[in-house]
């Protein structure tokens, strides 16, 4: 089996890289570009490369893996294709990216005609909040019309999560009437499911826990995922938080994830007799934004994760089953009292997390033909019709 680490290493090595391309598979070729070594892309790039291949589902290539770049991952990129890669693809999978893509989607056309070209949208852009780090970016690159284009003039393009699709789906009608009037497009859009494997990720992560000592056995470990990105959405807790800290002081303990740039699972030492907390805010953009990556992570670790109740987790996660769904902020207080007094509840919480991840979010062979068959339908007969 192929480790991420592995595959990073020997990209760099021609021979390797070569060799991606004489196998010619029977049903499809997808050529993944350049994704980077961060949470996002591993689920839709490097896991599906991955397994799709050791399922023999198909034959795939990456054009390189790149580090991962916080406050960076929309930098522009300038990827050398070839013509024997683009003749030997099917499909070709481009990462979000802020760039007009309509140059290169006619070069490659003119190469391979018969090629689908992927494009994937990693969050609602119609909807940046004003003080999200990105938006000077978003603004100076004329990221939203770019992006609408690169949408536009793909044959698939790939959101987030279903509430995005029915954004994008009505705008798209809408700009075919105005922006792109009289411009053919039979773009298909839609999510892909996010699936784990077990293996691979445990080949790659730190899996070495922390061992507690008696007194740090009596506190109560809460780790927040938040980014830079989700600035704002940790600021709207700070009075929660506050209140947390009155009440029971150095009977729990707060850790921040995601501001190192670290990938969550590397952090799982922090969280025995503990739990996380995601998807803090129910706001328009997150909750067409967010998909639920964050309890795959949390769930294959046995940790239990919390969030707000908002898609959509909300449609995952059930309270005191396989999650923590807070209704309100201040909830966090009434739970952080009840685990506090009931510790082997986020045991058993954390094992049915396990349980449902592992039953519903594995690759394994029928998922593995519901992936192959989102890329499988005849995009062009079907929108034409």
């Known amino acids: 089996?192929?480790?991420?680490?592995?595959?990073?290493?020997?990209?760099?090595?021609?021979?390797?890289?070569?060799?991606?391309?004489?196998?010619?598979?029977?049903?499809?070729?997808?050529?993944?570009?350049?994704?980077?070594?961060?949470?996002?892309?591993?689920?839709?790039?490097?896991?599906?490369?991955?397994?799709?291949?050791?399922?023999?589902?198909?034959?795939?290539?990456?054009?390189?893996?790149?580090?991962?770049?916080?406050?960076?991952?929309?930098?522009?990129?300038?990827?050398?294709?070839?013509?024997?890669?683009?003749?030997?693809?099917?499909?070709?999978?481009?990462?979000?990216?802020?760039?007009?893509?309509?140059?290169?989607?006619?070069?490659?056309?003119?190469?391979?005609?018969?090629?689908?070209?992927?494009?994937?949208?990693?969050?609602?852009?119609?909807?940046?909040?004003?003080?999200?780090?990105?938006?000077?970016?978003?603004?100076?690159?004329?990221?939203?019309?770019?992006?609408?284009?690169?949408?536009?003039?793909?044959?698939?393009?790939?959101?987030?999560?279903?509430?995005?699709?029915?954004?994008?789906?009505?705008?798209?009608?809408?700009?075919?009437?105005?922006?792109?009037?009289?411009?053919e497009s039979y773009v298909s859009v839609g999510t892909l499911p996010l699936l784990v494997d077990e293996e691979i990720i445990l080949e790659n992560i730190e899996t070495e826990i922390k061992e507690l000592s008696i007194e740090e056995q009596k506190n109560l470990r809460i780790g927040i995922v938040a980014t830079n990105y989700?600035?704002?959405?940790?600021?709207?807790?700070?009075?929660?938080?506050?209140?947390?800290?009155?009440e029971f002081g150095e009977k729990v303990k707060f850790f921040l994830i995601g501001f190192d740039g670290i990938d969550h699972f590397s952090k799982k030492s922090c969280f025995p007799e503990g739990f996380k907390i995601e998807h803090m805010k129910k706001t328009t953009f997150n909750e067409t934004s967010e998909n639920y990556n964050k309890y795959l992570e949390a769930g294959l670790f046995k940790v239990p994760l919390m969030v707000i109740d908002a898609f959509p987790y909300n449609i995952i996660l059930r309270d005191g089953d396989n999650g923590i769904v807070l209704n309100k902020k201040d909830d966090i207080i009434d739970k952080i009292r009840f685990f506090l007094e009931n510790k082997p509840e986020l045991t058993r919480i954390g094992n049915n997390a396990y349980n449902s991840v592992i039953e519903n979010f594995s690759f394994n062979e029928k998922n593995v033909e519901i992936i192959d068959n989102i890329y499988g339908v005849d995009y062009e007969t079907e929108n034409a019709e």
Do not use: C
């Open 230 to 246: 989700t600035w704002d959405d940790l600021l709207s807790y700070k009075e929660s938080f506050n209140k947390v800290q009155i």
């Open 1 to 183: 089996m192929k480790s991420v680490a592995d595959v990073y290493v020997k990209l760099q090595d021609k021979e390797f890289f070569d060799n991606q391309f004489k196998e010619i598979h029977w049903n499809k070729n997808i050529l993944f570009i350049n994704p980077q070594l961060s949470g996002r892309h591993f689920y839709k790039y490097i896991l599906p490369y991955i397994t799709m291949y050791e399922f023999s589902a198909w034959a795939t290539a990456v054009t390189s893996i790149d580090k991962y770049k916080p406050n960076k991952e929309y930098e522009p990129i300038k990827i050398p294709l070839h013509s024997v890669q683009i003749l030997w693809a099917d499909y070709i999978v481009f990462p979000f990216v802020f760039d007009d893509l309509t140059e290169s989607y006619e070069n490659i056309r003119k190469i391979n005609p018969n090629i689908n070209i992927v494009f994937n949208v990693d969050f609602n852009f119609y909807e940046l909040p004003k003080n999200h780090p990105l938006q000077k970016e978003f603004n100076e690159r004329n990221a939203i019309e770019n992006i609408e284009k690169n949408i536009y003039n793909s044959d698939l393009s790939f959101v987030t999560n279903n509430k995005l699709t029915d954004i994008i789906l009505d705008k798209l009608k809408e700009l075919s009437e105005t922006k792109f009037k009289g411009q």
